[in-house]
């Protein structure tokens, strides 16, 4: 408004009275303006950023399950002869293979009957990968075939797992040498008649060898029809849960523009997780876990709301010496308009418009989240205790959202608050529909053949809201630990 | 311009709805006021006051960073509230200083100094209060109001000095009625 010079008293005594005169119009002006306004644009770097991680993350799983997929099938035939040998000599060797997943092999021609000493195969094997072998390596009389030390053979790494094979097909027979401490062990042949239905090589049931000093023989632990391997499986999980929840809005009316920080709000919230899992073995290393979990969360929170006298509401008429005013909650699920009430401790005292009104309220926020998770689970043992990574998605809907408000105090001596506040909800907010990204670490103990329990710490982070787009934008960061019990079928 | 409103009005200007809204809390009831002036109601006012917001949102690229934010702001809207008072097609006829308008609306509006006054300029006929609001108020010359509302300087001038003397009657008779 540019100042004129009055003319006249009336002039002056208009300019006067309009001078910092001002009003506020309804409260869902806003709703109305934004219903006309062209749809925001996102922040796109954020949204790059986020899908470039998960990306990435994809990209290394799709390259390690590959890799995983691909020496499987190449091991995939070798399932007609299975013979498992135990040398005749004494050995004193200790095995020391350095790493499950060696991708190179050893092959060497061997005579039969060559009666190769087992200090020049092992000599042979050192030569061939010398880093690899801290120690001898035990390899028996074959017959005239290729062999193959073969140590990504998912077995006990205690193992020497040798292929036969003929011009490069493993058709033959394995030969797994076991490692023993006994004496004078004789070889043990095993007929493929007694372990049909094996399947793949890669997954050779665990089986024992009970070795004698006469008569060595061969005993599966299990039944091999009942001891097939796990496809499935349904477990329990029940997890507390720590989340930080991020707000981003508008200050609430009516802050000065200074408090820009309060453009964005952390609310952390604690509650529990509860959830069921379904899984499907892909192989003994892998597995595809899903299900449906609820998540209940609570969050506390103090307000403090830095209102002024001359910020009380013109268009309420509260008693003489009362004072209604507004402040906006933000809440997960919109906006809610709150009316406080004050009165003044003494009528008589003039306030100024300027004078602070000190209020401090308590809020109390309950989320109810369904979610459902899409994880890749990767176990890095292959023992009764395991630790396992796992990694994936889950799609998360806030099912609903309750809002208490309780303990308003004035802070001031010249007001007093009263206890008949309003509550306004104009800002209807979508149900709140996100895509989270969800890692996690954990081990698990198999407690019987088909029984397992798991520990572990998970961490989820919103990548992308599918909510349709509000004033309000949300995003969240949870921790849980979590305790579970599965059953194998 | 202060840095907060700088940054402010450059998310804006992005489309950023956050900032946007921001824009809106620390600016509307001034501008609020102004509606009010120029309209009969409070639901008039509003209507004009989106109006107006929707006008700075989308025309915010005209906006180059010269002169005060809020007094292009405050032009924006003014000229919504003048297409409004337009839209009424009230003519800018000579009203006699004993013809009352009649009182739109009787909404208990706040009884401050200003609400009283807005009360009172709402009797006038609306030639006259805009005339009255541009001139007084909004520091507009009669050329300047000739040709916002495309009314001759003499017009202009007759109209503002009978809008004085119509609001020093009203003044009047409140002071007298309050003896």
Known sequence: MKKRIPKDGLEKFLQDSFEGHVDSPSYNLWDRIEDQLPEEEKDRPMIFWRWGIATLVASLLGVVLFQQFYFTKQLGHLNEKIIIVESKSKTSATLALPNPIISQAIEEEVKPNSALSQNQISNKVKETIPTRYSENVLIPETENKKHRIANNLPLSSDDVKVLLHDNGTFNESVKIIRKSNEDALLPVNVSPNNISNLGKIAKLPLAKLITETSTPSFNPIIDLGINKPSKFSIGLAIAPIYQLHKIELQPPFPISIDNSHLFKRRIESYGVHKGVNFGYQLNKRWSLDSGIAYQKLQSNFTHKPRLKFKDHLQNTNPPDGSYDFEYTVITSSGLVGLQLRVDQTDPNSNLNPDENVPLSLETKQTFHYLSVPLLVNYSLGLGRWNLYLEGGFQGRFLADHNFEIKNIESLSSKLTSRPNEKFRKPSNRPKEIALDYVSGVGVSFDIQAKWQVQSGFNFTSSLLNISPPHVINTQQSSFRLALGLTRKF | ?179
């Open chain 2, 1 to 179: 311009m202060n840095k907060a409103l700088q940054k402010i009005v450059s998310q804006c200007k992005q489309g950023n709805r956050l900032a946007q809204r921001r824009l809106y809390e620390v600016t509307r009831d001034k501008l609020f006021v102004l509606c009010l002036r120029y309209t009969n109601n409070r639901a008039d006012a509003e209507d004009v006051l989106q109006e107006g917001f929707i006008t700075v949102f989308n025309c915010l690229h005209q906006y180059r960073g010269e002169g005060s934010f809020e007094g292009w702001m405050r032009k924006v809207v003014l000229r919504v509230a003048l297409a409004y008072v337009r839209k009424q097609k009230r003519t800018f006829r000579e009203v006699p200083l004993n013809e009352s308008h009649q009182e739109i609306e009787l909404d208990l509006y706040q009884e401050s100094n200003a609400g009283q006054l807005i009360r009172m300029m709402r009797k006038l006929a609306p030639g006259y209060r805009t005339i009255l609001n541009l001139y007084v108020l909004e520091g507009y010359s009669h050329e300047e109001i000739a040709t916002a509302l495309d009314i001759s300087i003499g017009t202009s001038k007759s109209q503002l000095n009978r809008a004085k003397a119509k609001m020093r009657m009203l003044l009047e008779k409140k002071l007298s009625s309050q003896k």
